[in-house]
């Protein structure tokens, strides 16, 4: 196998994304949750997966990026901001930076996903001055993550993954 597969998913949203990935290399990658993963050693690239939490890559994700060694990563994430938010973006910025300079960044994938229930009901109970108050803009936002990932975007995922890999055999 040339290809790991490494998620960490709260609420379904990044583990259902790298089944995706999974599939468009299915005869040559393994898959296995941040928490399963055991040796890694054997393989070429690995893809990461990790859901947003408080500005930052999850905990587990964040652990397991800084143990990566000599690898060439994808790096994907999900979130329940616009994927194409600066929020988004300094979430995956800031994943980079985990990483040991020996390995080398691929590429990253990002997707809109449900944040879950637990977080919802957190936010409720904000003053409305705080960031995170579910005002109208925010509840139609959440209404929209609450939707994905969809299919189209499982087939970004794929095909950003198929490009990262040619791209880097063709050199």
């Excluded at 997707?111 to 904000?126: D, T, V």
């Excluded at 970004?156 to 050199?171: N, P, S, Y």
Aim: hydrophobic content about 35%; aromatic content about 10%; proline content about 4%.
């Amino acid at each position: 196998m040339d290809i790991l597969i490494v998620y960490s998913s709260l609420t379904g949203n990044t583990k259902k994304v790298a089944k995706g990935i999974y599939e468009e290399f299915k005869e040559n990658a393994d898959i296995f949750s941040v928490e399963e993963v055991g040796d890694i050693e054997d393989y070429k690239y690995i893809f990461v997966g990790g859901w947003a939490d408080k500005g930052k890559i999850d905990q587990k994700t964040q652990h397991f990026l800084k143990v990566l060694k000599n690898k060439r990563v994808g790096l994907f994430l999900t979130l329940g901001a616009y994927p194409y938010s600066i929020h988004a973006y300094s979430v995956i910025v800031d994943s980079t930076k985990l990483l040991d300079d020996s390995n080398t960044v691929l590429g990253a994938y990002i997707c809109q996903g449900a944040l879950s229930p637990e977080i919802l009901k957190r936010f409720e109970h904000l003053p409305k001055d705080d960031p995170h108050y579910p005002s109208p803009g925010k509840q139609l936002r959440r209404q929209i993550a609450a939707t994905h990932p969809d299919e189209e975007d499982i087939e970004k995922a794929k095909k950003v993954f198929r490009q990262m890999v040619e791209r880097d055999i063709d050199g």
